[in-house]
């Protein structure tokens, strides 16, 4: 049973648009969100998070948007750049506990 | 400051072998964890250890354990190799104990099993 899903496999976005990448969870006592980014032959660095006590974080050209009525969050990036081809990876804790991480989505950025 | 490395990064093995990868975590990161990486599956936590200790397990096998050393090296020892081990194996480490620090990943250690 996956407690954290990412829906969308791949998504591809043209350059200086916005891209959105979305992620549901099951576990409402989920606390800690955070998104991991992660190119070919490396692992995945930290991106973003946010806590469940906030309903948005913002980073440069990255926002995590979490709505926790729906058990949904969300990235966006703005404006996506082709350096953002990536796989990207949201994940989520409970009172400190294991990470439990989505299973990623594919984002190409087109020049 | 060096990343996480993991020794070795590619590794070919036969069914019913045996196999230990290792994890040099960030110098003063004392949390090391384990995730284990397939296609359509993403990350599965394996273990986490902390000053020596497992602290967290996730849903794996027996077959799958670990350990941690006083400089908070960790190695993860995989027994009895199946078909369906081959992954990407990646360690993570963290400065403290709590999961909602970032967790610095290494390059990961890319698995055969034949």
């Known amino acids: 049973d996956q407690q954290v899903k990412q829906n969308s496999p791949s998504l591809s976005v043209q350059e200086g648009r916005i891209s959105i990448l979305n992620c549901d969870y099951t576990n409402s006592m989920f606390d800690y969100f955070l998104w991991y980014k992660k190119y070919p032959a490396e692992g995945p660095t930290f991106l973003i998070s946010i806590s469940s006590i906030k309903d948005k974080n913002e980073d440069g050209r990255f926002t995590v948007f979490l709505n926790k009525s729906a058990k949904h969050l969300s990235l966006h990036i703005v404006p996506s750049q082709p350096g953002d081809s990536a796989v990207y990876f949201c994940?989520?804790?409970?009172?400190?506990?294991?990470?439990?991480f989505g299973a990623g989505t594919i984002l190409r950025v087109k020049s | 400051k060096a990343g996480v490395t993991q020794t070795p990064r590619y590794l070919i093995k036969t069914r019913g072998q045996q196999v230990t990868l290792s994890c040099s975590p960030i110098?003063?990161?004392?949390?090391v964890s384990w995730y284990q990486q397939t296609p359509g599956q993403g990350l599965q936590f394996l273990f986490e250890?902390?000053?020596?200790?497992?602290?967290n397990k996730g849903n794996f096998p027996g077959r799958f354990s670990g350990r941690q050393f006083s400089n908070s090296r960790s190695e993860m020892n995989v027994s009895t190799l199946e078909l369906g081990d081959s992954a990407l194996y990646l360690c993570?480490?963290?400065?403290?104990?709590?999961?909602?620090?970032?967790?610095?990943f290494g390059p990961g250690t890319r698995l055969t099993v034949t």
């Open positions: 994940a989520a804790s409970e009172d400190g506990n294991k990470l439990v």
């Open positions: 110098s003063g990161h004392r949390s």
């Open positions: 993570a480490s963290s400065p403290g104990s709590a999961w909602n620090y970032e967790q610095y």
């Open positions: 250890y902390f000053s020596e200790t497992q602290r």
